[in-house]
């Protein structure tokens, strides 16, 4: 059965809603489709927090619907970007689309295999800047569990999986090429975290954005090549073994001297609860 979302504000939404606030700058929006450029083939099994956010309504059956990515923080719980569930990536009102689920344990999105879960309720970050690109987060409240092994922790602050040198993957469902080759099945690319002056020197303000190091993170690589795209956003970067950030925007994809941009995770985890803040 169908159910309409709603935007009912759960205990862990109103921590993040407390705290996710804020920031601001102006960057250029990530799309509503993702690629993982410079990626290859990886198992979800391997992988399983790493699951498609889809509406067949919106985007239709060929692959399942999928538009986005996210992550799994607890067996109910999928964290995205914001921008995923807006007016402009939707092509409507999120409150009209029925569908909205997640599909986990799936590789290739025209198979079967997995499961698709309804996403009860979300919660938007209203502090989400469309112009800026602050806050892109949202958190999906699921409508059965998850196994726990799907479950990734979050990177609290002061991790060193934050520290600038570290190897990360991102990954996703995306374009490959930039040319709207989107994959049908799950990829990762390698990329490394960079020093937040990487991403303030390429997003100083200008049309291209506003790189916040408070609430954004900065990895790719210095000469390009391997990188997030569209179709990939609200997916999870990920670094020993933690969850340290969400795709959210850049400028192109894979492009020397234009980093990946990610919600940075800790910002979320430094506003909520002591346990939570402590990944447990
Ligand atoms: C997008 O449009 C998008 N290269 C996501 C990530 C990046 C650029 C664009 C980063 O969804």
Redesign the pocket.
């Known amino acids: 059965m169908r159910r309409p979302l709603s935007r009912r504000l759960s205990t862990a939404a109103a921590l993040v809603a407390a705290a996710v606030v804020t920031p601001l700058a102006a960057p250029?929006?990530?799309?509503?489709?993702?690629?993982v450029?410079g990626g290859s083939p990886v198992q979800v099994s391997d992988s399983p927090w790493a699951v498609a956010l889809a509406s067949r309504d919106r985007f239709g059956g060929t692959r399942a619907g999928q538009f986005c990515g996210g992550a799994v923080v607890s067996p109910t719980t999928v964290l995205t970007a914001a921008?995923c569930l807006s007016l402009e990536v939707l092509g409507a009102p999120l409150e009209t689309v029925e569908d909205l689920h997640i599909i986990a344990g799936r590789n290739d999105l025209r198979a079967a295999g997995g499961r698709e879960v309804a996403v009860r309720s979300v919660w938007v970050n209203e502090e989400y800047d469309s112009f800026t690109n602050a806050g892109d987060l949202a958190i999906l409240t699921l409508d059965k569990p998850l196994p726990k092994d799907h479950v990734i922790p979050m990177a609290p602050v002061g991790d060193r999986a934050y520290e600038a040198g570290t190897r990360a993957q991102v990954y996703g469902w995306?374009d490959t090429t930039g040319q709207g080759d989107y994959a049908r099945s799950l990829r990762a690319a390698k990329v490394q975290v960079l020093a937040d002056t990487a991403c303030e020197a390429a997003y100083p303000g200008n049309a291209d954005g506003t790189y916040l190091r408070s609430v954004m993170l900065c990895a790719?690589e210095v000469e390009g090549g391997r990188?997030?795209?569209?179709?990939?956003?609200g997916g999870p970067l990920v670094a020993r073994g933690r969850l340290i950030g969400l795709?959210?925007?850049?400028?192109?994809?894979?492009q020397a001297g234009?980093?990946?941009?990610y919600t940075r995770i800790s910002e979320l985890l430094a506003r909520m609860a002591p346990t939570a803040a402590k990944g447990s």
């Open positions: 250029v929006p990530a799309a509503a489709d993702g690629v450029i921008h995306g790719g990188d997030a795209c569209q179709g990939d956003s795709v959210s925007w850049g400028s192109g994809c894979g234009s980093p990946g941009v």
